[in-house]
């Protein structure tokens, strides 16, 4: 029996240990699966806390040219409200302000609204109509943005780009101030913030230029959506922050708490290593496709680089789908496999994806079962590489979805890897910044976790 099977069997004939720890642990997936559901939520599901939007810019944000409530900052507040989003949105705008007048007190509406967590910011328009040169209007933007970002505040820039050049008699000149800034600063870009208003005149004031009520409506609604979406990164970004700052006490719980120890993975027992051709697929979602990673850094690059180094003629083949479920997986596996001649070894890596998505346990079972099965069927050597359920699925959605993994793997005589990401899952040094996926040295420290198990079946009988 190989040292693969004894630790598939330590596993599966001692559970107390590892699926204790699982579930002590399982507290971290708390971050995926806040995370997972918040991207599936609804907006008003979102919605927790107020939010202060600051309407920074010229006279298209002002709130005197219209009767109370007309105005795009007035308007935009009620649209998110009845989105079910508390908001309130503060006028900043400046009737007849160039970008040379905005660069001057920029400062002062800052620090007059230090508790603001998002900027609707807009300039340029009366830097076009009173022919100030490009290049200062990109200068004094460019010095705003910066000023804005550097203090960390999320950035909505409301540009005015022009479809084309001459479309409704304007020039195109400024475009590329606005496409270079939002290209140079981590700010979200409306490109043309008068779309579907200008030259509309039931939708303008009788200067043909300024929204009228129904104008900023129109407006209102369509940015809407995306302050919508913003607020929807930030509200899942403060729920993550909250979360991590529990993580250090959890783990000391979780040390506290198991009292024995986890099975270590098998050493490379090869009394000298084969230099024979060797072909392993691994197949999966992001964690495999390397989301976030240089190529030549993924899990499956760096697992190859590092058996390479007992045998240089290892191939590590990458089928790995961003945002794959199991379903997917299972759906696809046959014309995979079928690309691919001769395998030693295919490590099957799905499960992450459906449990943030809250997709049922049976119908991940089915596809984990189909996948293995289909592999069993044509005698290539399998790995089955698990996940954890996060806790807010409820224990008995945890235990069923836990226990995929060893059940399978047990039913078609396949290894197991009980966790992939056990020792990097709520490690912030070893992830990402959107604490889910593992950075360089996260996939380094799983390769060299995995690595002997998986040098051990490519080379076993």
């Known amino acids: 029996m190989s040292k693969s099977k004894l630790l598939y069997n330590t596993v599966s004939n001692t559970p107390t240990a590892i699926f204790k720890i699982i579930a002590l642990k399982r507290t971290i997936f708390t971050i995926l699966a806040v995370i997972g559901s918040l991207y599936a939520a609804s907006a008003p ?138 290209a140079k600063y981590p700010v979200t870009l409306d490109p043309f913030f008068l779309e579907g208003v200008a030259g509309v005149r039931e939708l303008n004031q009788a200067d043909g230029i300024h929204p009228n009520k129904f104008g900023n409506q129109v407006i209102a609604t369509r940015v809407s959506g995306i302050v919508s979406e913003m607020l929807g990164e930030m509200y899942k970004f403060d729920r993550v922050q909250a979360l991590l700052t529990s993580i250090d006490s959890t783990l000391e719980n979780v040390e506290e708490e198991v009292d024995e120890p986890l099975p270590q993975t098998t050493a490379i027992t090869t009394s000298a290593a084969t230099t024979s051709e060797k072909h392993i697929l691994i197949v999966g979602d992001s964690l495999v496709a390397g989301l976030g990673l240089a190529p030549e850094l993924s899990f499956p690059s760096q697992l190859e680089a590092k058996l390479q180094e007992l045998n240089p003629n290892i191939t590590v083949h990458n089928a790995g789908v961003s945002g794959d479920t199991s379903t997917g997986g299972a759906s696809r596996l046959e014309w995979v496999l079928a690309s691919h001649e001769e395998l030693d070894l295919v ?36 790995l089955v590489a698990g996940m954890v359920a996060p806790p807010n699925m409820g224990q008995v959605y945890g235990d069923n979805f836990n226990s995929i993994y060893p059940d399978v793997a047990k039913k078609y005589d396949a290894a197991l890897y009980p966790f992939f990401l056990d020792g990097v899952a709520g490690v912030l040094e070893l992830n990402q910044n959107d604490r889910i996926h593992p950075n360089q040295e996260g996939v380094a420290y799983i390769v060299e976790r995995i690595y002997p198990m998986i040098y051990d079946l490519v080379n076993s009988d």
């Open 45 to 182: 599901s979102l919605a927790q806390e107020t939010k202060k939007i600051l309407a920074f810019g010229d006279s298209l944000f002002t709130t005197e040219r219209l009767e109370d409530g007309d105005s795009f900052p007035e308007q935009l507040e009620s649209k998110l409200i009845e989105y079910g989003q508390p908001v309130e949105v503060i006028a900043a705008g400046f009737d007849g302000y160039t970008s040379q007048d905005a660069v001057e007190i920029v400062d002062n509406v800052l620090n007059e609204n230090p508790d603001i967590d998002m900027v609707i910011f807009i300039f340029g328009g009366n830097d076009y109509f009173q022919q100030i040169p490009t290049d200062i209007t990109r200068r004094n933007m460019d010095q705003m943005l910066a000023e804005i970002t550097g203090r960390g505040i999320p950035t909505l820039m409301a540009g005015l780009i022009i479809p084309y050049n001459g479309y409704l008699g304007f020039s195109d000149r400024l475009n590329s101030v606005y496409t270079d800034l939002s």
């Open 347 to 382: 490590v099957v890596l799905f499960g992450g994806n459906d449990a943030l998505r809250g997709i049922h346990h049976e119908l991940t079972r089915r596809s984990m079962d189909k996948m293995v099965e289909l592999l069993k069927t044509k005698n290539i050597k399998t």
